[in-house]
């Protein structure tokens, strides 16, 4: 239950709430800052504006629907630093004189004590710690942007999609049990009491689960190992490439899905073969069908990813009729879920470059934003009860 009390100098009301998996204060009327239990700042709004602290220690700006406006400069980042610790610094003192429960009292110095103890100094070296335990991670599903991210893997391992450009900086790489035990040691000494925000696993990067079944059995033991709950497995979620997925059984999957893995994420960007070859992902179009009911044979619940835009004018058409067709030959479930995603050119990527050579104009922002609409109506339309969801890829931060 939130904890309420009056500022004994300001009479200003002071909200808080600790005994979650966060901590939440908010010293006056407009103005809030969060937590995790180890003490670490994860998100503030002062000023009428909405902040996150990433876990490599930026500051960005969003705006209302969760975008990046412009990350913080280093002025700008310190004094804001500087401004919350300020106004934590003097809610601790005042904290006795507050007309507050004993019981109330202890639990919001305890969470001041822990807080202040996680001041910008060591904002900026817990940042520095958290580069060292993992290689960039470039983007997760919007469902699990409070996941603990465990990269099993590093990079993708087909990395030749014409329009991404997220693992260009890195070759892909598998870790040995060896080396992943002791990535999970350093995570884990790294969020300490931080963890219990953290939903469940993410196994990273773009393609773990093309993992051997063997490795990543070992793996998957590895991860409950060191973070289950209590008596049964955290819940796992992993990308997964359609054309991989046929290197394992049914079984395998079952297997896998034993050991907590409840999600796989399929990238299929658009149901049309033709695109797909354009955009020179692996496979085809009944591979991704093949593969949703091989996860969902074994257990495995899917999340399916269309990408709005791609393709421009000479696709549109085929791209959203033939997705759609595809998504319903998946004949997915209640705990399956359809993510929506606008394309967004990415400097240095093959497919703008490609596209304009064949004379494909892009769409519009807004016949993006139509298409979008229009593709959101149709999957809702042949599959009633199935959760779909913007994938917003340029908003994304850890």
Wanted: hydrophobic letters at 40%; charged letters at 20%; aromatic letters at 8%.
């Amino acid at each position: 239950m939130p904890i309420h009390a009056t500022h004994p100098h300001t009479g200003e009301t002071i909200t808080t709430s600790v005994a979650g998996a966060a901590f939440v204060i908010a010293p006056r009327y407009g103005e809030s800052y969060s937590f995790d239990r180890s003490g670490r700042l994860l998100g503030l709004f002062t000023n009428g504006r909405s902040y996150q602290r990433t876990l490599d220690n930026r500051l960005l700006e969003r705006n209302a629907r969760g975008k990046t406006r412009r990350r913080l400069p280093p002025h700008e980042h310190h004094a804001l630093l500087e401004h919350v610790f300020e106004r934590l610094s003097d809610l601790a003192q005042v904290t006795s004189q507050a007309d507050l429960d004993p019981d109330d009292r202890h639990a919001l110095a305890s969470a001041l004590a822990l807080i202040l103890a996680f001041g910008p100094d060591r904002l900026a070296e817990d940042g520095a710690i958290f580069r060292t335990l993992y290689k960039p991670v470039s983007i997760l599903p919007p469902d699990q942007y409070l996941a603990l991210v465990l990269q099993a893997t590093e990079g993708c391992s087909w990395n030749r999609c014409t329009f991404c450009g997220l693992y260009h900086d890195r070759d892909f790489h598998i870790h040995s049990p060896e080396s992943f035990r002791d990535h999970c040691t350093r995570v884990r000494d790294f969020f300490g009491d931080g963890l219990s925000l953290r939903r469940g696993i993410f196994l990273a990067d773009a393609n773990a689960l093309v993992i051997p079944q063997a490795r990543l059995i070992a793996l998957l033991d590895i991860a409950q190992e060191f973070f289950h709950l209590h008596d049964r497995p955290r819940p796992v979620f992993s990308f997964v490439s359609a054309f991989d997925v046929e290197r394992k059984s049914a079984d395998d999957w079952a297997q896998i899905h034993a050991l907590g893995l409840e999600r796989a994420y399929i990238g299929l960007e658009t149901g049309d073969d033709d695109l797909l070859h354009f955009l020179n992902k692996p496979g085809s179009v009944q591979d991704a069908i093949d593969a949703v009911h091989a996860l969902r044979a074994g257990g495995v619940s899917v999340g399916v990813i269309v990408m709005a835009g791609i393709g421009g004018e000479y696709f549109a058409e085929p791209h959203v009729e033939r997705s759609v067709e595809a998504i319903q030959a998946m004949q997915l479930g209640p705990n399956d879920m359809v993510f929506l995603s606008k394309y967004v050119p990415v400097p240095g990527t093959a497919y703008p470059r490609q596209a304009d050579a064949a004379g494909i104009l892009p769409l519009s922002a807004e016949e993006i934003e139509d298409q979008l609409h229009i593709l959101q109506a149709s999957v809702r339309a042949i599959a009633p009860g199935i959760r779909v969801a913007p994938y917003r890829v340029e908003g994304f931060a850890l």
